[in-house]
């Protein structure tokens, strides 16, 4: 595996991931082993994270491959493409991602913050809110919704929901948009 590759996954799982944790521990009156429990049992919060987040991924897709997004989906294609995809590596880098990012921002930041401000934080950081290019902002509001959606499967049923949403998400999308250079 590429070794950017590699530590961008180390450091986005373990970054995001320990200081979600950090902030659960901390800041709120929740003990980790519930927090990790939540109210679901884990194996029902996978089976239903990984068809949402699947789901929201063929939404983003549609968003994606409309007519006036052709521009946008070429440069961001080539951008992703930039990097040494194998299936492996997408499913890598798509689990140190939900892991560590929803750690942070479901499990950390949505307690302290809600589910709406940390779904526009989350959005704004990764760039899809611009107001100088409308069009990666419809896909912003888009996001900003299903991020919202992940929120709300994580109050509900517990983090490993948001955790297999957010990567399996990921993977459909670099599955799709690394498919032509694989």
């Not at 997408?90 to 401000?117: K, M, Y």
């Not at 948001?162 to 498919?179: E, I, P």
Request: proline share 7%; hydrophobic share 55%.
């Amino acid at each position: 595996m590429n070794p950017d590759m590699r530590f961008l996954g180390w450091a986005t799982l373990l970054g995001f991931g320990l200081t979600g944790l950090g902030l659960v521990y901390f800041f709120q009156e929740v003990p980790l082993p519930v927090l990790l429990t939540g109210p679901w049992p884990i194996p029902e919060q996978l089976l239903l994270g990984v068809p949402a987040g699947a789901l929201a991924a063929l939404l983003a897709k549609w968003i994606i491959c409309r007519p006036f997004f052709s521009r946008e989906r070429v440069k961001y294609q080539g951008l992703i493409n930039q990097w040494p995809w194998t299936p492996g590596r997408i499913l890598f880098i798509s689990f140190c991602a939900g892991v560590g990012e929803e750690l942070f921002f479901r499990a950390g930041l949505q307690p302290l913050l809600g589910l709406w401000t940390t779904s526009l934080l989350f959005v704004l950081l990764h760039g899809y809110l611009n107001p100088f290019n409308w069009k990666i902002s419809i896909y912003g509001l888009a996001m900003v919704g299903l991020i919202a959606f992940f929120g709300y499967l994580f109050q509900e049923t517990g983090i490993f929901t948001a955790m297999a949403a957010h990567a399996a998400f990921d993977a459909v999308l670099l599955f799709w948009l690394t498919s032509k250079t694989r």
